[in-house]
Every structure is written in structure tokens, then in C-alpha cells.
């Protein structure tokens, strides 16, 4: 049974909200993530979704090593029908295209995966609610409820048809509502205008003959509809495995570029593609569709007052690649973890100190890499695209596109064991690392 095919739990009928021990708003991946990490250690949680499963979502589907490690912490079974995997990437530039095995490494799989988040997310917060949490579906959160400290104690929000007034109370609350934001917003935590915001476009297509392609594949040589300009991003064609191929495009143009013609440029690239490939209006499944990327930390602290980010709501999306659903995945472990520490501890000083060290952990894990990041996007992936990277020396030499590929999808082992992973590990150690930011201002009270 599917999470929305009927009450996951008694508190499923929203009479009037609910008490737990940790509210998570959002039931995409990092909110169902989040709630099955946290029932799995014993606590009480309640997963607020507005929307029903299964639902739709602007994605590329597509998950490196990096998420699929996450998944199996999950218990989410790789090998079940509706996955598809993928042996590695092939990037096409300026008439050359070269095929990147996923690395062999001890800490990661070397397969990536591809499904349809039109049932991804139902299959997250179905685990979820399999391993003890509480899913109500149909709740949007319409305010958060602070005390007088202005700490967050629960949320209040309307559900059904009928839009019920409901109102849900726990001491911690994980804000999982993607790149909205809107708990965070309404919390104080405003988007920081100095990071990009990316857009991507996608459409579904039927074509036997690239549904089952082993590869993802990426362009890094389009040009933008308008300009005729590099593209800032790149476009993709991921395999899905049921006859179906995933074709959209990211831009993440630099604030001096301005906005980029999503839908224009992918006409102008589809073109390009192979007759034989059958890409055309008459093979499109769905219309195309699009969606903000929020990048590289563009809303801080991840903690504050009881309200721990996750996922897009945080701007955890890769400043390198776009890739936002492992990141997720790996962040809402990290929260669950700190979550269930402190809550270990009785509430005062000692179990603020154990909730702040989860910005702490995430600053460890991606600080210096999403600084670096931020700042090749600044410099050239938000100017001139990925062509220059990929030039044809580069695309003619395996050792530096197995380096580049690593350090584009963040997939290296800790410690370090081989000389690509010595190298990324050298490099992201002359980054200095990022002092995490603390909110200085009160926040807003609803």
C-alpha cells in the first residue's frame, strides 16, 4: 500500500493537529529521510506532506553513489522493480563525448540509479511511516508557533478539502518544505542574495532506444536561445528503465548574465538529438516543467531556535553539479542523528549545545566544498558554463575526467584511497573552511 493509499497511522484523521516529540514539514525526500532515521532511534515523530502520493516533482532523477549509500542506510531495497542503474556518465562537448565509469570505492556503490520521482517520494515516506512515524498528508503548514523567546514549539496549518484549521506541537521542528522555504521564512531566516539560485526544465519522452542506456548522459555545449552564449549549466538525458527518457536542462547563471530561456534553449537543443533517438512532441509524455534550485547554503544557520533545515530549504543543492536528492538524503541523517542525541539530554543548555552541533556536522562534511564551489559558479560555471572544463585536452585525458567526475558528484573515499582521492582531499584542504553563521536578528513572529 502506498503512503497516501490510506491512514498511515490513527493521527492520519488531523482531529485538530497533535503532540510529538519532532515535527518534519515537507515529506520529499529530506522530510521522509528525516521522520524514518528518527523512528528508527525511538522517537515520536509526526511528518506533515500538503500534497497526496504519488505525486509529481521537477527532478532529474537521476542519484549518484553518493545518494544511493544513503538509500541502503535507508533500507530502501536498490534491487526491487521500478530502479534503474546506471554505470556511470558520458559528457558531450564540441563533437567529442566520453563515457566515466562510477569509481570502485570502499565507502560508496559503484552504480548510480534512476526512478521517477513520481513514486520515489512515495516510496521514502512509506519507509517512513513503515519504521514508526506518523504521516498526516493534506496538511500545509501556514505558520509556525513560537513562545515568547520566540523558540519554535509547532506549527499551525489547515487540512483536507475543507482546509481545517489544525495545529501540531513538539519542542523541535525540521523544516523539510523544499526551496520555498516558507517555515524558514516565517521563522526569520531570509535566502542569502549572494548565493545562486539555479532553474532546470524537464520533460518526459518514450524512446526504446535510450530508455535502457547504461549512461547518464550530459551536454555541456548548449547555447542559450537569446544570447547565444554558453549555457551556464548543462542539459541531461537520463534513462529511466520503462521506456521513458528524463531530457531537461540546469542554468545557473551568474547575477551578471540574467535569466536564461529555459524553454527556448531546450527547443533549440532538442534539434541536435539523434532522429533515432524518436525525442519529439509526439513521443512527449507530460508538458514541460520547472523549478528553482536553491545552491551552495543560500539560507543559514541550518539550526536556530528549535528549527533544524534540511534539503532545499536549506540551499543544500550541489553548487558543483545540481545534484540535491543525496545531499538531502544525507543531511536529514545528520539531523535525525543531533535530533535524537539531544533529546537524549533534559531541555536546557545541554541539549541546545548537543542541537547546535548540526550545523557544526554539515559545515565538516560540505564547508569547503561548497565554498569552492560557490566560488568556481561565481567565476566560471555561472559565466561560461562547463565547456571550459571540459576541454577537448581535458576530454582526451581518463585520469582528468575521472578527477573531474569525482569532484563534480563529491564521490571520493575517507580516508583517502587512491591517488584522485589524495588529490580532491588535498585540494578541498587549502579551501579554508567556512566559520558557521550564527542569526544575530530576532526572528519573526507570526
Not at 533500507?75 to 522493480?81: F, S, T
Not at 533534559?346 to 547546535?356: D, Q
Not at 576541454?391 to 584522485?420: G, I, K, Y
Request: proline content about 8%; charged content about 20%; glycine content about 12%.
Amino acid at each position: 500500500m502506498g503512503a497516501a493509499d490510506g491512514p498511515s497511522s490513527p493521527g492520519d484523521t488531523h482531529q485538530g493537529g497533535g503532540q510529538a516529540q519532532v515535527l518534519v514539514v515537507g515529506a520529499g525526500p529530506a522530510g521522509s529521510a528525516a521522520a524514518l532515521h528518527l523512528a528508527r532511534a525511538g522517537v515520536e515523530v509526526v511528518l506533515l506532506e500538503k500534497s497526496g502520493f504519488p505525486r509529481d516533482k521537477v527532478c532529474g532523477d537521476g542519484l549518484t553513489p553518493r545518494g544511493v549509500h544513503q538509500l541502503i542506510r535507508m533500507g530502501i531495497d536498490v534491487n526491487a522493480p521500478g530502479w534503474t542503474r546506471n554505470r556511470g556518465m558520458r559528457w558531450v562537448c564540441s563533437g567529442r563525448q566520453v563515457e566515466i565509469d562510477w569509481p570502485r570505492l570502499g565507502s560508496h556503490p559503484d552504480f548510480g540509479l534512476t526512478r521517477s520521482r513520481h513514486d520515489f517520494d512515495d516510496l521514502l515516506a512509506a519507509h517512513a511511516v513503515g519504521a514508526g512515524a506518523r504521516l498526516h498528508t493534506g496538511v500545509r503548514v501556514t505558520a509556525p508557533l513560537t513562545d515568547r523567546a520566540g523558540r519554535i514549539t509547532g506549527v499551525t496549518g489547515v487540512a483536507g478539502p475543507e482546509k481545517r484549521p489544525v495545529r501540531y506541537r513538539a519542542p523541535l521542528v525540521v523544516a523539510a518544505d523544499g526551496a520555498s522555504a516558507r517555515t524558514a521564512v516565517l521563522m526569520g531566516l531570509e535566502r542569502d542574495p549572494t548565493r545562486t539560485v539555479a532553474t532546470a526544465a524537464r520533460r518526459y519522452y518514450r524512446s526504446e532506444a535510450r530508455s535502457q542506456d547504461p549512461y547518464l548522459e550530459l551536454w555541456a555545449d548548449l547555447l542559450c536561445s537569446r544570447t547565444g552564449r554558453d549555457l551556464p549549466g548543462y542539459g541531461w538525458v537520463f534513462p529511466l528503465g520503462d521506456g521513458r527518457i528524463n531530457v531537461g536542462l540546469g542554468a545557473m547563471p551568474h547575477r551578471s548574465r540574467g535569466a536564461v530561456d529555459l524553454r527556448a534553449t531546450m527547443d533549440q537543443w532538442l534539434t541536435r538529438l539523434p532522429q533515432d533517438w524518436g525525442v519529439g512532441e509526439e513521443t512527449a509524455t507530460c508538458p514541460l516543467r520547472s523549478a528553482a534550485l536553491p545552491m551552495g547554503f543560500n539560507r543559514h544557520p541550518q539550526y536556530h531556535r528549535g528549527l533544524l533545515l534540511v534539503g532545499d530549504s536549506a540551499g543544500m543543492v550541489s553548487p558543483w553539479s545540481g545534484e540535491g536528492i543525496g545531499q538531502a538524503l544525507e543531511a536529514a541523517e545528520a539531523a535525525a542523528e543531533t535530533i535524537a542525541l539531544a533529546l537524549a539530554r533534559p531541555s536546557g543548555a545541554g541539549r541546545e549545545h548537543a542541537l547546535r552541533q548540526y550545523p557544526a556536522e554539515i559545515n565538516r562534511r560540505w564547508g569547503r566544498y561548497y565554498r569552492l564551489g560557490n566560488l568556481a559558479g561565481d567565476l566560471i560555471l555561472g559565466r561560461y558554463g562547463y565547456r571550459p572544463i571540459l576541454h577537448p585536452r581535458v576530454m582526451a585525458s581518463p585520469p582528468l575526467l575521472r578527477t573531474l567526475a569525482r569532484l563534480l558528484t563529491h564521490v571520493a573515499d575517507e580516508p583517502p584511497r587512491d591517488t584522485v582521492d589524495a588529490l580532491l582531499h588535498t585540494l578541498l584542504r587549502a579551501v579554508p573552511c567556512p566559520r558557521p553563521l550564527a542569526r544575530r536578528t530576532p526572528p519573526t513572529r507570526p
